[in-house]
């Protein structure tokens, strides 16, 4: 099993950028891609942004496309999402999560991070 860890949040100005990185620990022998999901306060969990193991392939949806570039550091088992243009609706705690495959379906992700809180002010 892999080991998680999120770090990078805070609090930012609305138009104003963060990144947030996820460190692995335990097997990160196996080749895991990698992904951000993100919790509003009274709202689901949603996908953000994943990437391969190899970081060739990255995949994003809806408004952070654009705004947010995941990459990573294997040297470093590291993954980070660099958020740029926030806005208040970005508020959210964010978590990484490790998955066999590149997907945006929560199910499929089975090592999760415990969260960094995020919080854009207009």
């Known amino acids: 099993q892999v080991q998680l860890v999120e770090s990078g949040g805070g609090l930012a100005q609305a138009g104003g950028s963060l990144r947030l990185s996820c460190a692995a620990s335990?097997?990160?022998?196996?080749?895991?891609?990698m992904g951000w999901f993100r919790q509003a306060p009274g709202k689901e969990r949603e996908f953000v942004a994943a990437?391969?193991?190899?970081?060739?392939?990255?995949y994003y949806v809806g408004s952070m496309k654009g705004r947010f570039t995941i990459s990573r550091d294997n040297a470093k088992n590291t993954v980070y999402l660099q958020m740029n243009s926030l806005k208040p609706e970005d508020t959210a705690v964010y978590y990484c999560?490790?998955?066999?495959?590149?997907?945006?379906?929560?199910?499929?992700?089975?090592?999760w991070g415990q969260g960094t809180h995020v919080t854009v002010s207009s």
């Open positions: 990437i391969t193991w190899s970081g060739g392939n990255t």
């Open positions: 335990g097997r990160t022998s196996r080749n895991y891609a």
């Open positions: 999560a490790a998955s066999p495959r590149l997907t945006a379906l929560i199910g499929e992700y089975d090592a």
